[in-house]
């Protein structure tokens, strides 16, 4: 599969946050069963969870913790949800930064040049293609974001909208991730978020990146490819850079320095872009066309 610099990226940063994310849902609940097992409910944590590093700061019972680590599921939610978002928001960002090496692949917007509005940003990294479920389900996780980034994480209208006015196909594919739908009690107080719906957010995440991805594989040219991988390679290390840049395109290039250049630009296609069956034309075509 075609995997540009900023797709890539993002693919490690996210398999960092949910390996992550795991990690502290097993911790709760490790932490949790320890409290369970407790001699003495009045007995203090930190005196059963003495050989783990700053337990000695949690001054409360065996009791009192197990509700902590019973609540961390939702306080963890409220946390991370926001922090996948935002890593999503900037595979969007890299996207769009990208396709402006390109005349006509991102339409002007009347705001300012460098800012951008999420959902705007999220309809332009679709290239006018529909919307698909993944499309609508960010949709709504940009709602549900933004109540707790400015609504002190209680619902409000605007995000009861958008769950009652998602299609059926996203409220069923919401439900199959989380296992539940999405649960409120009224306006104005706390959703029921924990694990479920982080879990939810980051597999909607996941879709809508290689939906990306795919729509970046369509509309580019071979040409515009060949530019994409060029620059990928210039920009990846430093030695790539210093490589790229060692003889000035088309001047002074001996016969043996246009095969190294090309067989570097060839080894980097190969490995994240092998779907693409660069030419070593193509590919230094490209390079000369970024310098």
């Known amino acids: 599969m075609i ?16 390996n992550s994310i795991l990690a502290l849902s097993v911790g709760a609940n490790h932490a949790r069963r320890e409290m369970d097992q407790a001699p003495d409910s009045e007995i203090k944590a930190r005196t059963l969870l003495n050989a783990v590093p700053l337990t000695e700061r949690l001054d409360v019972t065996a009791a009192e913790a197990k509700k902590i680590f019973e609540s961390a599921a939702t306080d963890m939610a409220f946390l991370a949800i926001p922090q996948v978002v935002a890593l999503h928001i900037e595979l969007c960002v890299e996207t769009v930064v990208e396709c402006r090496h390109f005349q006509g692949l991102i339409k002007h917007h009347d705001k300012e040049p460098g800012w951008w509005p999420v959902p705007l940003l999220h309809k332009t990294v679709r290239f006018s293609e529909h919307k698909t479920t993944a499309d609508h389900l960010l949709a709504f996780i940009l709602k549900l974001r933004n109540t707790m980034m400015h609504g002190a994480g209680k619902v409000d209208d605007e995000l009861v909208k958008a769950w009652k ?6 409220k069923t594919r919401w439900e199959s991730l989380a296992g539940r739908p999405f649960t409120y009690t009224k306006v104005d107080v706390l959703p029921t978020l924990g694990w479920p719906e982080v879990m939810a957010t980051l597999a909607v995440t996941k879709e809508s990146a290689h939906e990306i991805n795919g729509r970046l594989r369509r509309i580019l040219t071979r040409g515009q490819w060949a530019e994409v991988i060029a620059r990928d390679y210039r920009d990846s290390t430093v030695v790539g850079r210093r490589r790229f840049n060692a003889v000035a395109a088309g001047h002074g290039l001996t016969g043996a320095e246009h095969d190294r250049v090309v067989q570097r630009l060839q080894g980097h296609a190969l490995t994240y872009y092998r779907d693409l069956a660069m030419t070593a034309a193509e590919l230094r075509a490209g390079r000369d066309e970024v310098r």
Do not use: D, E
């Open 165 to 170: 006015h998602l299609p059926p196909a996203a």
């Open 3 to 18: 995997q540009y610099r900023a797709f890539r990226t993002w693919q490690a940063m996210q398999k960092r946050s949910n």
